[in-house]
Each structure stands twice: as structure tokens, then as C-alpha cells.
């Protein structure tokens, strides 16, 4: 992944960008990005997602929170129940729709953090080097050698189960990923021509920085970034499953999925529905990852 990054990074970077510049590398990255069909359909399912969520108390059609003994379990294409019923009766659709805000919002918001922050520490650590650039990463590291899932475990145990406290493990456990890409673009552009006779002219390190540098790694770092909303809704969705995330009676597609494990033998198409949302949801934002990484590439 770092490779692909630097690779992304060396084509906006190799000579600064005035804004009439920069205006025709962007209209040239979404030309090319629309040249691909692929991640137009996954920029597509990713936008109807998102329209979902925001509107889903008025696309809902019953209440996701209303019970019924006497519809437990109903199968698929039953009459008022086009998606069937959970273990308490309630409207899978209903459920379905309004879980896709939890669990986009627990995808979104730990990257969304984790960027600005990861993004803050990586470029400082990549533009100041020595020791400072040895601290900040070793630091960095202690925390990246840990597997993402274990490390968001641990955290959220540590922690408590909850919303917030979910968010907090989630976005603890990208800061390092992010960091490391940051500080390795930055460490490239720093190396430039241009931020040379930058600093010949006398230009303080924050002009530097906010002129020369951000314009040209920001790009990368936001991409690899959105690969990480899909790991981020897949680990999310792990810890409302342990219990350690999203608490019932709230409508999240992994808590759903937890609830509903003992729904496999009986109805097992309905069991499997959050699953199929989670893996929709996460094949779109790594396919339009991938369609925005090849589109920055210029080479390509």
C-alpha cells in the first residue's frame, strides 16, 4: 500500500502547482475517473447509501423499533414484511434502512478524525525529519504493530461498550495507518525542487508547509484514507457483534447481525441481510478507492 501511495504522490508532485494548474490536474483526475465505469457504479451505490441514511425515517416504511410476538421470523415476501422479521417482529427493511445511519456514520467518522489527525502528525513528522521524525514514528509504530482488529478490542474493552467510546477505539487504531502514509509523502516532497527555492527565498517552514506541501500529499493521504472506511464499518460492525459497539435496541447492521445468529437454522436469508448490507457497503468504498487512486495516477 505505501508503495502505491508514493507512486500516487511523485505525479502532482514533481513541480509546484499554481491554482490554474491545479484546477486542470483535478479536472483531469475526475475525467479520468469517470472514464471508469467501475468506480462511477461504486461512487453511485456509495451516494444512494448515503441518501438512504440521511432520509431514512422518511423512506422507512414502519416503525424499526415496533415489536410483535406474532410476527417473529416471517419469511421473505411476506405480506407487509417485504424483507421478513427479526427474533422481536420486527420490519427487516425498516431495520435495514435506518441501520445504514450507525453504520455508515461508525465507518465515516473514526477515518474522517483519524485523517485529520494522522494527517496533522505524518506531515509533521515527514517535513520537520531527524529527531523529531524518529520520535513522532517510533511512537507511531508501537501502536501499528498491533492487528487493527486486536488493537479496537482491546480498546473498546478498555473502555467500555458504547457509541462513543467505539468511535474513539476505531479512530486510535487508523491515526497510526494514516500517520505513516502521511509522513512518507510528506518526506518525498520535502525533497523537492521547488521547496528548495522555497526555502531560499526565505519562506518560514508553515508557508512552506500550507503552500508547497499540503496541496500536493493531501491528495494521496485522502485516498488511502477512503480505502479505510470500508475496514472501519467492518470493524465497527465486529464490535457491536462482541457487544462492545452499538448497544439494542438500535438499529446497526453488525448488531443485527449479532441478534439474529441464532435466526441461521431457521431463517437463514433474513439472518444473512445485515451481511450482505456490510458487504455492499464495503466493496463500493474499496472499489472507489481504487477508481480514485487510479485516477490521481496520471501515469496510468
Known amino acids: 500500500m505505501s508503495s502505491i501511495t508514493l507512486k500516487l504522490a511523485a505525479a502532482p508532485a514533481v513541480q509546484p502547482l499554481p491554482e490554474h494548474r491545479s484546477r486542470g490536474y483535478w479536472a483531469s483526475v475526475l475525467q479520468r475517473f469517470m472514464r471508469d465505469p467501475v468506480a462511477v457504479g461504486a461512487a453511485t451505490v456509495v451516494a444512494l447509501l448515503v441518501l438512504m ?104 474493552g478498555a473502555l467500555g461498550a458504547g457509541i462513543f467510546n467505539a468511535l474513539v477505539s476505531l479512530t486510535m487504531v487508523f491515526i497510526p495507518q494514516i500517520a505513516r502514509v502521511a509522513e512518507s509523502v510528506t518526506a518525498q516532497a520535502r525533497n523537492r525542487d521547488y521547496v528548495e527555492a522555497a526555502r531560499a527565498t526565505g519562506a518560514n517552514a508553515f508557508t512552506i508547509v500550507r503552500v508547497h506541501v499540503l496541496g500536493n500529499v493531501l491528495g494521496p493521504i485522502f485516498v488511502y484514507a477512503t480505502s479505510l472506511i470500508a475496514v472501519s464499518m467492518i470493524l465497527a460492525s465486529g464490535l457491536s457483534f462482541l457487544g462492545l459497539g452499538v448497544k439494542p435496541p438500535e438499529p446497526d447492521w453488525g448488531l443485527m447481525l449479532n441478534t439474529l445468529r441464532t435466526a441461521i437454522y431457521t431463517q437463514p436469508w433474513i439472518a444473512a441481510l445485515p451481511g450482505v448490507m456490510i458487504f455492499i457497503t464495503s466493496i463500493s468504498f474499496n472499489l472507489l478507492s481504487d477508481g480514485l487512486r487510479s485516477a490521481m495516477d496520471n501515469k496510468g
Open 53 to 156: 441514511a440521511v432520509f431514512a425515517p422518511w423512506l422507512a416504511p414502519s416503525d424499526p423499533y415496533a415489536t410483535s410476538i406474532l410476527k417473529r421470523l416471517k419469511p421473505i415476501g411476506t405480506e407487509g414484511l417485504p424483507l421478513g422479521s427479526d427474533e422481536l417482529g420486527r420490519d427487516m427493511l425498516s431495520r435495514l434502512i435506518v441501520g445504514a445511519r450507525l453504520s455508515l456514520f461508525m465507518g465515516i467518522v473514526p477515518v474522517l478524525v483519524a485523517f485529520v489527525i494522522g494527517a496533522g502528525i505524518g506531515i509533521l513528522a515527514g517535513y520537520a525529519g531527524g529527531r523529531t521524525n524518529t520520535v513522532i514514528m517510533r511512537t507511531i509504530d508501537v501502536f501499528y504493530a498491533f492487528p487493527s482488529v486486536l488493537l479496537a478490542i482491546a480498546l473498546s
